[in-house]
């Protein structure tokens, strides 16, 4: 038995231990929201979960009637609670007898002398609120052609506002589900409908029962939506009617990458598609990109169908998205984490695979360039901070499981698993998921259970390797040292040290590159298990151009280059002919920028001069990126001055002059980000009145109103003209969404203070024009504008955190702190984390936010001209 093996025995103990000493009857009052203790008590009690679920679902409704019929085995005797929140409980009944129970803080106690060992029915009617925000049942009506849609959101423990239920991960049901909707409304749900009945103005559409699955993943959308493609062996696709003949024209590819996914997963895992059937369904405003219910994923509309011209790059993100969420069928939904401390076992799976699957089905793209250059940073912007986590995260309470939420689970995650895959090799790391996912088929597990996994078909132990990767916070820099005697190398070392200052030791697995200055190259792989070692290496090598530790970006870390690797770099960037060495070594400059090694205005003269030349795509648009961002944040105002008209010049002649479509396309976009000069700004407005056009590029919607938000927010003396005319010219809903985000950034008190009231006050206004709106009432340029905010904002988290969905609060924060640049707003937020009464999680969520704006502090403090 491995210690792996012994940890699960000796945690098995620990949870019925805990079934022995709290039992139900021992809390005086029903718990706050989802306490683990109750969880752990209800599941070692409660099996064969079924519910049978009635909505009636009426028209421009504030709620929605619902009856249930609840049944489970009950083990041993005791009282039982049940979740309901939000709603009305109308009546409920236990085994035929009524009870009169009332709702306490979000629980309903079903008493020991109305329950019995063995089988129970529960009998309810209830009614559910509908909102357009807020709630787990969703409303959106359609501005553009007054149709109405309803959908659910129950992750991660909304679905007790909706029916009541045992509302946590581990206590799997199968649901059957009947909806009575206006006529002509079409139902999806987790499973196919079994039979449509009409009656009146109504219809009622019953669906047949599902197979086992957590309450977070039953769903259901309904409103006039339209199925496009409707073809055999392709997944179903619904869109909202007024979307129909766009998505016909674009969405096609959603299908068929999703129908090649299907394929390509269920071979990888030796794991058939888990569920009966697969539809995805396009939901407007939706407040993620996607979400996993089990048979049925809704997709953000706009992430599917986009406002903006989009590029070959946007169309790969798209893929990604839909493979995201199609491997959370294996990955979350057929083997479910039995707590939300355990998050990163369906989202860091899903987003690995996401970008493992693209990879084997369009093995052109560069995809783990791709993985790189989209997963890495976020991952290390938050590990680098005094408010990271472990990849496990303590979740005492479920009502604290939406800040387990971010780019740990869905950055960090995925570069560990990467790291794990070059470890093992690729057909262990294989082996090990088909057994995980053999052992665990529609129930629940542990990242412990996975580790075990790759430790039987591996043969490794890595209990040592998954408590400091899964269990410990933060993550190594590694350096490198290296020096030559004449034309050969003479020594080779890599040393680790934790960046938040600890003594951690991590186990590391990387690949480290010598380059020659005849372009030739050389890797060696380096398992480095102590503070530093000693890179074995061939007596004969020659002295390298540059080193580097992380060639083809196996590891995960700070890499920054040595200071004879950074001149040579900083001096032939160019000469790198391969392009992922070529993107690596741009990213660790850019490391070196944020660690105040490299000045901005390094960087800056660097990106000047090779950006014209630079051909891939997303190289280009990284680089384009950091600049923007660099110039916005990181130059003194004097400093800025001097290189913004040679960028608005630079990206204004790239996007007219490109020849390539898509570096058009960013080019317009890095063009629209920099523009501040009059000169600059009269561009935009040649564009918007299209005098001046982007060869071969239909400009969308999205593309124009930002341009108008720019001019809004720089108090352009024709602004309020032009924005008052495209309100005209884009009257339909996203218009509607669009104009209320753009007169966000109109640089007046008045304005501010309107919709920071609004954003606190107004449970009419959707979440996505909110979410949109924040960085426009945050735009770069108008700190002192906004600085009265800054607290206001720290003090609404709670509220944040209790009324909005799950990636909501980060947005807020980073929009609040990152629409500030100077020590006393830093000081500021300091002073709240000193001075507040917060919860932990809530802290450690400021913690992440303000590091940027230390950053800033530091780098212009440093760097000031």
């Avoid at 083990?75 to 009546?91: A, C, I, M, V």
Wanted: proline content about 6%; overall charge neutral; charged content about 25%.
């Amino acid at each position: 038995m491995t210690r792996s093996n012994q940890t699960i025995v000796r945690f098995c103990f620990v949870i019925f231990s805990f079934v022995i000493a709290f039992p139900a009857a021992a809390y005086a009052s029903a718990p706050h929201g989802i306490p683990r203790q109750l969880a752990r008590e209800r599941a070692a009690r409660v099996s064969n979960v079924r519910y049978r679920l009635n909505f009636d679902l009426e028209s421009h409704a504030s709620t929605t009637q619902g009856s249930e019929q609840l049944q489970f085995v009950l083990r041993g005797t005791g009282p039982l609670l049940l979740d309901f929140r939000d709603g009305k409980l109308e009546q409920i009944s236990v085994n035929g007898k009524p009870l009169t129970t009332a709702l306490d803080n979000g629980h309903i106690d079903l008493p020991a002398n109305a329950l019995r060992e063995g089988d129970n029915v529960v009998q309810a009617a209830f009614v559910s609120n509908v909102a357009p925000a807020g709630k787990p049942l969703t409303r959106f009506e359609d501005r553009d052609d007054g149709s109405e849609y309803i959908y659910t959101l129950f992750v991660p423990m909304d679905a007790s506002m909706a029916f009541p239920c045992f509302d946590q991960p581990d206590i799997k049901g199968r649901f059957q589900l009947t909806l009575v909707t206006p006529s002509g409304w079409a139902a999806i749900s987790n499973t196919s409908v079994q039979r449509i009945v009409a009656r009146g103005g109504e219809q009622q559409t019953l669906f047949v029962e599902t197979r086992p699955i957590s309450t977070y993943l039953f769903a259901f959308a309904a409103g006039p939506f339209q199925k496009i493609h409707d073809t055999p062996g392709l997944p179903g696709l619904y869109v909202r009617k007024s979307q129909f003949e766009r998505a016909q024209a674009e969405a096609p590819e959603v299908q068929e990458i999703a129908a090649q996914g299907i394929k390509y997963l269920s071979e990888y895992f030796a794991q058939p598609f888990p569920f009966p059937k697969y539809d995805m369904v396009l939901i407007p405003g939706f407040a993620y990109g996607g979400m996993e219910h089990a048979g049925a994923t809704f997709l953000r509309e706009e992430s599917v169908l986009f406002r903006t011209a989009p590029t070959h790059l946007d169309l790969l993100g798209r893929d990604i998205l839909v493979l995201h969420e199609l491997t959370h069928q294996w990955f979350g939904d057929l083997v479910t984490m039995r707590w939300f401390d355990d998050l990163w076992l369906k989202e860091g799976f899903a987003q690995y695979m996401a970008y493992q699957a693209l990879a084997s089905l369009k093995p052109n793209e560069l995809i783990w360039k791709r993985f790189y250059e989209s997963i890495k940073p976020a991952a290390y912007e938050i590990d680098s901070t005094q408010g990271t986590t472990p990849i496990y995260q303590d979740i005492p309470n479920l009502a604290d499981a939406k800040s387990a939420y971010g780019a740990i689970v869905y950055s960090k995650a995925p570069g560990v698993l990467k790291q794990l895959s070059f470890l093992l090799g690729a057909g262990h790391f294989r082996d090990g998921l088909r057994v995980y996912l053999k052992e665990h088929a529609y129930s629940n597990a542990e990242w412990s259970d996975l580790i075990h996994a790759f430790e039987h078909v591996s043969g490794k132990p890595l209990d040592h390797w998954a408590d400091m990767w899964i269990r410990h916070r933060g993550m190594p820099q590694v350096d490198v040292s290296w020096s030559c005697s004449g034309d050969g190398l003479t020594h080779l070392s890599l040393a680790q040290h934790d960046v938040l200052g600890t003594d951690a030791i991590w186990p590391i697995a990387t690949q480290t590159l010598l380059a020659f200055p005849d372009g030739q190259t050389s890797r060696i792989r380096v398992d480095l298990q102590a503070r530093s070692a000693n890179v074995p290496f061939d007596p004969r090598a020659r002295c390298p151009a540059f080193v580097f530790a992380n060639d083809e970006d196996y590891a995960y870390g700070r890499f920054l280059l040595d200071a004879k690797s950074q001149r040579y770099v900083l001096a032939h960037l160019a000469g790198v002919n391969d392009v992922f060495t070529r993107t690596l070594l741009w990213g660790a400059l850019w490391d070196s920028v944020r660690e105040a090694g490299l000045a901005p205005r390094e960087y800056l003269e660097l990106s000047a001069h090779l950006l014209p030349n630079e051909s891939d795509l997303s190289l280009v648009q990284t680089i384009l990126s950091n600049s923007t961002m660099a110039l916005h944040r990181y130059l003194s105002d004097k400093a800025r001055a001097a290189f913004v008209p040679q960028f608005e010049a630079m990206t204004s002649r790239s996007m007219l002059d490109a020849k390539d479509h898509d570096l058009r396309i960013l080019w317009f976009r890095g063009f629209r980000s920099v523009a501040e000069t009059p000169e600059a700004l009269a561009k935009l407005k040649l564009l918007l009145k299209r005098k001046i056009s982007v060869p071969g590029v239909q400009l969308r919607p999205l593309d124009r109103w930002t341009m108008v938000t720019a001019l809004i927010a720089f108090n352009d003396r024709e602004a309020h003209t032009i924005f008052e005319a495209e309100r005209k010219r884009d009257p339909g809903g996203d218009g509607q969404k669009y104009a209320y985000a753009t007169e966000a950034a109109s640089p007046d008190a008045k304005t501010k203070k309107k919709y920071f009231d609004e954003y606190l006050h107004d449970p009419s206004r959707p979440e996505d024009w909110i979410e949109l709106s924040l960085h426009s009432f945050n735009y770069w340029n108008q700190s002192a504008l906004t600085r009265p905010y800054l607290k206001p904002a720290l003090e609404a988290l709670p509220q944040i955190k209790r009324d909005r969905k799950i990636f909501f609060l980060v947005d807020w924060l980073n929009a609040f702190i990152d629409g500030q640049r100077s020590p006393a707003a830093d000081a500021e937020v300091h002073e709240y984390l000193r001075t507040a009464s917060l919860e932990p999680d809530l802290r450690l969520k400021i913690l992440q936010a303000v590091d940027e704006l230390n950053r800033t502090v530091k780098i212009r403090r440093k760097f000031p001209d």
